[in-house]
């Protein structure tokens, strides 16, 4: 493993421990090469957001992020459904837009 993938997966560690405290009761399930987030396991499609590590980038991908009100302007993609945030540093997080963006994708 390349340096740089250890540092990923080391803050993609701290975001999926931030996800935990900032949404009670979700549950992590490793998927797709990531980790998906649930309110609802028993669902299919329950997942609100996922953690994917790449060579340079942690990425949070919200599954219905176009839905979320981002009056921050920090999303980013244009699908129909999907929006995603990239993170190469624990500096780079707003951990209170984070939050306020896991609480409403957790909601939908």
């Known amino acids: ?9 080391a803050l993609a560690d701290e975001l999926e421990a ?5 949404v009670p009761g979700c549950e992590g399930v490793k998927k797709y090469g990531g980790t998906l987030f649930t309110l609802r396991p ?18 949070i991908s919200f599954s219905r992020g176009a839905e979320l009100n981002d009056s921050g302007g920090v ?3 244009s699908g129909k459904r ?15 837009a984070l939050e306020a963006l896991l609480d409403q994708a957790a909601k939908l």
Request: include cysteine.
């Open 1 to 9: 493993m390349t340096e740089s993938i250890i540092g990923m997966s």
């Open 18 to 22: 931030f996800i935990r405290s900032a």
């Open 42 to 59: 028993q669902e299919k499609e329950g997942q609100f957001c996922g953690v994917f590590v790449h060579t340079r980038h942690v990425q």
């Open 75 to 77: 999303l980013q993609g």
């Open 82 to 96: 999907r929006r995603h945030l990239n993170f190469k540093s624990t500096a780079d997080v707003d951990f209170d």
